[in-house]
Each structure stands twice: as structure tokens, then as C-alpha cells.
């Protein structure tokens, strides 16, 4: 779906099989590729901007997903309107990195503490089961620290 005028453009897309969470990463790496600075993101989107220079052509980049369903839209920001057609390339540009990525995630196939043996599927060792269960251990007592630390300041704002 695509609307908008010439100093916007605005297209959906469904996410598939993609979580939100998914989506949304592989929007802002597709975004980064495309020379974009991110702004501002929270759990559903995020802004992103072209710095192109006081006195190019510059737009504003936002992603937002609900339903399952995303909106990717583009928008001229300044004074500079004389560039029809920008904000669509910008917007097609991000949706095939978007598109190239997913493909690239897609073939990856997951090794087991870096095994290239390793088939998805399969029982990992005794000892690579061990290694990973320790790994997650330490990783959840590194999140309670932080979460200890964080929790008092928090109150406090």
C-alpha cells in the first residue's frame, strides 16, 4: 500500500513471519546501511534521519508496527520540496535492505558454541550443554546486578 504526497510517502507491509521485535531490528540495520542516523526508538518503532547538509535534500525516516502490519513513511524536512520522488526512493531503498537481510538471516544456520558440525536439531554434547547452561546462569546474575543497581535510581526520577 503507498500514499502520501511528494514531500511524503507512506507504504505497508505485513511482517509475515517476523515478530515486531524482528522486524524492527532489521529495519534499523537496513536504515544504518542507508546512511541514516537513528533518532529515536521504542518497542513498537523508531525515527531515523538523512544528513545530507543544511542546504540537500534531508527527510525523516519513521518505522511503526501494529497488527502485525508495518509503516514505513518518509517525510521531507526544511525547506527543500523541489525533490519529487525522494522520499519514495528512500522508503523503496530501506524495504529492500529490509528484504535483503531477512534473506541473509534466513540461510544462516546456527552452530552450537561455535561447532560448524553442529545440525539444527540435534542433542548438543554433555559438555557444550554444560558450557551453555553456565553461560546462562551468568548472564541472569549479570542482569539482577544490574537490575539492583537500576532499580533505586529509577524510583527516584
Known amino acids: 500500500m503507498t500514499e502520501g504526497s511528494a514531500a511524503e510517502h507512506v507504504e505497508e507491509r505485513a511482517l509475515g513471519t517476523l515478530t515486531t521485535e524482528a522486524f524492527l531490528t532489521l529495519a534499523q540495520q537496513a536504515a544504518t546501511q542507508a546512511g541514516l542516523t537513528i533518532g529515536f526508538t521504542n518497542y513498537i518503532g523508531f525515527t531515523a534521519y538523512t544528513n545530507n547538509g543544511a542546504f540537500s535534500w534531508n ?3 519513521a518505522v ?3 497488527n502485525n502490519l508495518a509503516q514505513i513513511s518518509s517525510r521531507t524536512t526544511g ?5 519529487p520522488g525522494k522520499n519514495q526512493e528512500l522508503v523503496a531503498s530501506v ?3 529490509i528484504d535483503e537481510l531477512e534473506g541473509a538471516a534466513a ?3 546456527p552452530t552450537a558454541a561455535g561447532d560448524p558440525q553442529h545440525k539444527p536439531g ?5 559438555a557444550a550443554s554444560a558450557e551453555k547452561t553456565e553461560e546462562t546462569k551468568n ?7 544490574c ?10 526520577i
Not at 122 to 126: I, R
Not at 140 to 145: D, N
Not at 148 to 156: K, R, V
Request: glycine share 0%.
Open 64 to 66: 511503526t508496527v501494529a
Open 95 to 97: 524495504l529492500a535492505k
Open 122 to 126: 540435534e542433542e548438543l554434547p554433555e
Open 107 to 109: 540461510h544462516e544456520v
Open 79 to 83: 525547506y527543500n520540496l523541489k525533490e
Open 139 to 145: 548472564f541472569l546474575s549479570f542482569l539482577c546486578r
Open 59 to 61: 527527510a525523516e525516516l
Open 147 to 156: 537490575a539492583a543497581i537500576l532499580l533505586p535510581l529509577s524510583s527516584s
